[in-house]
């Protein structure tokens, strides 16, 4: 992926994202190859400065309020492959390879493992690894 390198926050493609008043957007996370969706999360302009400048997928949590390099604790990277602004300019997708196949933190290739089916949320996913395994013991 050829993007721009700079990181700054006054970049002007970063200033065409609209951000939250909280300075976040909310991300959507493709497998580049099938389309399937694997995550969604949130974004700061550091995060998605600094996903383009590694070209891997970065977060910012809110739950630990800073920024979540994706796989740093379980390996699963994301390596970035395209980024991409809704039409309205408040919502960034970033398409990915997946490295080791497993995007959720449950061991599972997507978040989005719950299907709906009459008045129940069924699994439709296997689990491909314990998350315990995973994490080795740590919180996630």
Excluded at 15 to 28: A, H, T, Y
Excluded at 50 to 63: C, H
Excluded at 86 to 115: L, N, P
Aim: hydrophobic letters at 35%; aromatic letters at 10%; proline letters at 3%.
């Amino acid at each position: 992926m050829k993007v721009a390198a700079d990181t700054g926050s006054q970049s002007p493609w970063l200033e065409q994202v609209k951000w939250s008043d909280e300075g976040l957007v909310p991300v959507i996370t493709q497998d580049y190859r099938s389309g399937r969706v694997l995550t969604h999360a949130w974004l700061n302009r550091e995060a998605l400065a600094l996903a383009v400048s590694e070209g891997r997928a970065i977060y910012w949590s809110r739950s630990r309020s800073k920024l979540w390099r994706k796989g740093e604790e379980s390996g699963h990277i994301q390596k970035l492959h395209g980024v991409y602004l809704d039409c309205d300019g408040d919502t960034v997708c970033y398409q990915v390879e997946q490295v080791g196949g497993i995007a959720c933190h449950t061991g599972r290739e997507s978040c989005f493992y719950r299907k709906l089916e009459g008045d129940d949320w069924l699994t439709i996913d296997p689990v491909l690894k314990d998350p315990d395994e995973i994490y080795s013991g740590a919180a996630h």
